[in-house]
Nanobody, 122 residues
Framework: QLQLVESGGGLVQPGGSLRLSCAAS??????IGWFRQAPGKELEGVSC????????NYTDSVKGRFTISRDNAKNTVYLQMNSLKPEDTAIYYC?????????????????WGQGTQVGVSS
C-alpha cells in the first residue's frame, strides 16, 4: 500500500507563497494530484501531474498562480503556490491515481494522504 505524506502548510498573508510537498516511496508509476477542502465546502481537485511529469492540469481558480512538479528520484511531488488568496485557505491533500487520469484531475485516486493545513489571512 502506498503511503503519502504532505508537508509545507502554514499561515501566510494574502499575496504570499507556500510550497507543499507530497512524499511517498514507489509512486513513480502513478499520476499524483493535489486536492483541497475548505471548511463547509466540498473537496476540490486543484492540480494533477502525470507519472513522468510531462503533463499537468489545473483547476481554473489556480491557473497562473500554482505550479505542480515532481522529482521521481526524490519520490516527491510539489505544489508551488504563489499570490495566495484567502479563498485558498483549506486542508490540502495529495493522492495517487491511475496514470491515465491527468485530464480528470487525478480522479479516481487509489491512495490518499493525511493533509496539510494552509491558511491565508491578514
Amino acid at each position: 500500500q502506498l503511503q503519502l505524506v504532505e508537508s509545507g502548510g502554514g499561515l501566510v498573508q494574502p499575496g504570499g507563497s507556500l510550497r507543499l510537498s507530497c512524499a511517498a516511496s514507489g509512486f513513480k508509476y502513478y499520476a499524483i494530484g493535489w486536492f483541497r477542502q475548505a471548511p463547509g465546502k466540498e473537496l476540490e481537485g486543484v492540480s494533477c501531474i502525470s507519472s513522468n511529469g510531462g503533463t499537468t492540469n489545473y483547476t481554473d481558480s489556480v491557473k497562473g498562480r500554482f505550479t505542480i512538479s515532481r522529482d521521481n528520484a526524490k519520490n516527491t511531488v510539489y505544489l508551488q503556490m504563489n499570490s495566495l488568496k484567502p479563498e485558498d485557505t483549506a486542508i490540502y491533500y495529495c493522492a495517487a491515481a491511475d496514470p491515465a487520469t491527468v485530464q480528470t484531475m487525478c480522479v479516481p485516486y487509489f491512495y490518499w494522504g493525511q493533509g496539510t493545513q494552509v491558511g491565508v489571512s491578514s
